[in-house]
């Protein structure tokens, strides 16, 4: 019998959000004894480069205390012919109890999934779905404002190619935020649009309504693949520099999932900004991460528990 596994956010209720970044709040106060996994043995199998999240699992899994094996992708013998399946049924049969897998290809970790006796977490999987940087972002929000629900957010930049935004967009609107999408069309289909998710062209003009702006990634090689006709033409119109920032609400915040392409979609201003959160989203990851192992493995703890 299959493991609970998280995949997307849309394997989660919102209770279940809820809930996790409330048990990952009170992380951020009072750490967790080294004990939530202890004798609960969690591979990270990373096929595509990360820092972020990939130094952000490895840490939450040290602090709930659990055996932590890394195999990097020149070493799995899936490079040699074995299949996902193979992988998977093997790692189970040493005891791993857990699979954190990052990989280029979309789907990877739900064949995974479909194979292993134990909880897959997707840390990324091509341009399909990044459910935990999702989850540490609302738990930005949520520290900021409060709460989630009713908040406008924005995001802007290449959207068609993103995973944090397919996740995000699914956390949002589970949360009950209006989620603004922004970007050209070759970035940004009409399609994207549904309940509660609007497309603007039009970036200064939608500055002053936002609580919030979350920044995405311009890949260069979307110049070379004809999607963008310059990064000048993007920056012109999509760029975040100092006279936007002006344009914001006071009391609204910047955030970026990183890496960040200083120059392309935001300029040095942004660093400067009170309002840029960009640190406490990557602070966040850490108990993000404990949470959903614990509440994968364990599952729901009634006093948010400590062990
Ligand atoms: N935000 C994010 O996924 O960063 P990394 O690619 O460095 O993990």
Do not use: C
Request: charged residues 25%.
């Amino acid at each position: 019998m299959p493991g609970r596994s998280l995949l997307d956010l849309d394997d989660l209720t919102s209770s279940e959000i809820q809930y996790l970044l409330e048990y990952a709040r009170r992380f951020h106060d009072d750490p967790p004894p080294r004990t939530l996994l202890r004798d609960v043995t969690v591979v990270n199998l990373f096929f595509e480069a990360s820092t972020r999240t990939f130094t952000s699992f490895a840490i939450a899994e040290a602090r709930v205390g659990a055996d932590v094996v890394a195999l990097p992708p020149g070493s799995s013998s899936l490079g040699k012919g074995e299949t996902i399946a193979d992988t998977a049924i093997t790692l189970a049969a040493m005891g791993v109890r857990a699979i954190v897998t990052r990989h280029p290809e979309s789907g990877f970790p739900y064949r995974l999934a479909e194979s292993f006796d134990g909880h897959v977490i997707n840390a990324g999987d091509g341009r399909h779905a990044h459910p935990t940087q999702a989850l540490l972002d609302l738990l930005t929000l949520q520290e900021e404002f409060g709460k989630v629900a009713g908040l406008r957010v924005g995001l802007v930049g290449d959207i068609v190619h993103s995973r944090v935004a397919r996740s995000n967009i699914l956390g949002l609107r589970a949360l009950g935020a209006e989620v603004t999408l922004i970007g050209p069309h070759t970035l940004l289909p009409e399609a994207m649009a549904r309940d509660g998710v609007r497309i603007v062209r039009d970036f200064d003009a939608v500055l002053p309504e936002l609580d919030a702006l979350m920044l995405l990634r311009i890949q260069r090689e979307r110049i070379a693949s004809a999607v963008l006709p310059s990064l000048e033409d993007y920056a012109r119109n999509y760029r975040l520099d100092a006279r936007r920032l002006r344009l914001l609400a006071p009391h609204a915040i910047v955030m970026h999932p990183g890496p960040y392409n200083r120059g392309v979609e935001l300029t040095d201003d942004v660093f400067a900004f009170s309002g840029w959160r960009y640190a406490q989203q990557v602070s966040h990851g850490v108990y993000v991460r404990m949470a959903v192992l614990d509440f994968l493995v364990n599952g729901v703890r009634e006093t948010a528990g400590r062990g």
